[in-house]
């Protein structure tokens, strides 16, 4: 016998775990079954969960400086300049 689970999440999020558990030949009901699997047998959440609040100071710095940096944006003259930056 089993039961049903509902959960609600933002679309956006559904599609993209969608598509990744797909990659990897799953549905979601299967992959939700598989993180459910995995507490029962760990007795924990399967991944580590962290706020940043508990991040040593220079690592928060580091995130910080980087979020800035990213804000700034690179420009690029065209688009062959971009394409190479990210190969």
Do not use: C
């Not at 030949?25 to 991944?47: E, Y």
């Not at 940043?52 to 100071?57: G, K, V």
């Not at 980087?66 to 990210?86: M, Q």
């Amino acid at each position: 016998m089993t039961t049903t689970v509902q959960i609600r999440i933002d679309p956006k999020m559904k599609k993209a775990a969608n598509k990744a558990l797909q990659a990897m030949g799953l549905d979601m009901s299967t992959g939700v079954k598989l993180f459910l699997a995995q507490v029962v047998r760990t007795n924990s959440i399967p991944f580590p969960v962290m706020s940043a609040d508990f991040l040593p100071e220079e690592k928060k710095a580091e995130l910080v400086r980087e979020a800035k940096e990213a804000l700034k944006g690179k420009g690029y003259r065209t688009a062959r300049e971009l394409h190479d930056a990210i190969a």
